[in-house]
């Protein structure tokens, strides 16, 4: 079976300030792991996803996210947060093959940024 | 582009009506699924489908149901709605053969049930 943890339900940053958001998983396969990022009243967007390349991934909007087998975690992170990124973002794992079954979302982490 | 399309935005419905989530999509996916979102709980899977005419449960299925007649659309069905499934509910699909690997998602059909 899969699961996925988001340590925090929300995050609050200052604008022009390192962003974090934390995700641990559980797996008994070699997962795939994605960021989901929905604005509000928006469609759910991928932000990146893990597929068993290379483990630091970079994605769009000047996010990444470091997979740590050992940690069992696939953190979020970004240098310099923007008022647009505001935001709810899901860490989510493939039930299996890749996606096939399909994907088990963590609970979400609301993003606040402060002017 | 995928185009993931969902048949309403909105719904309003009462307790113990049939309804029927409309859901197409544009890139011959073999591999099409139903979530619901819920604050606080995120998605969760409700049902699956292979291929036409196939489905599997997901976490949730009690108190849905699935067709697939043809590959392109897959529709989700409550069989007597209740209260306790109002929510957003969102259409995905997925290509099996390539290593792209990602879900497409709908715009998401947010339901009320009264």
């Known amino acids: 079976a899969q699961s996925v943890t988001q340590l925090d339900s929300h995050v609050s940053v200052s604008e022009g300030t390192p962003v974090l958001l934390r995700c641990n998983y559980s797996?008994?396969?070699?997962?795939?792991l994605f960021w989901y990022v929905q604005h509000p009243n928006k469609g759910l967007q991928l932000l990146l996803k893990?597929?068993?390349?290379?483990?630091l991934v970079k994605g769009i909007n000047g996010f990444e996210a470091e997979f740590k087998k050992s940690e069992t975690s696939f953190h979020l992170t970004k240098p310099s947060a923007h008022m647009s990124d505001a935001a709810e973002y899901f860490c989510?794992?493939?039930?299996?093959?890749?996606?096939?079954?399909?994907?088990?979302f963590g609970k979400g982490t609301h993003l606040i940024i402060q002017p | 582009d995928v185009k993931v399309t969902q048949s309403s935005r909105y719904l309003v419905k009462r307790t113990g009506e049939k309804v029927f989530l409309e859901c197409v999509q544009d890139?011959?996916?073999?591999?099409m699924f139903w979530y619901r979102q819920d604050p606080g709980l995120g998605l969760r899977l409700i049902y699956f489908?292979?291929?036409?005419?196939?489905?599997e449960k997901g976490d949730i299925p009690e108190g849905y149901s699935v067709s697939r007649e043809k590959k392109e659309r897959f529709s989700l069905i409550l069989e007597s709605a209740s209260t306790n499934q109002t929510s957003m509910y969102l259409c995905?699909?997925?290509?099996?053969?390539?290593?792209?690997?990602?879900?497409?998602f709908g715009p998401g059909t947010r339901l009320t049930v009264l």
């Open positions: 989510v794992v493939s039930r299996a093959g890749g996606g096939a079954d399909g994907l088990t």
């Open positions: 797996s008994s396969y070699s997962p795939s």
């Open positions: 893990y597929t068993s390349a290379a483990t």
């Open positions: 890139m011959d996916h073999e591999n």
């Open positions: 489908s292979y291929d036409v005419k196939m489905k």
């Open positions: 995905a699909s997925w290509e099996a053969r390539s290593s792209y690997n990602e879900q497409f």
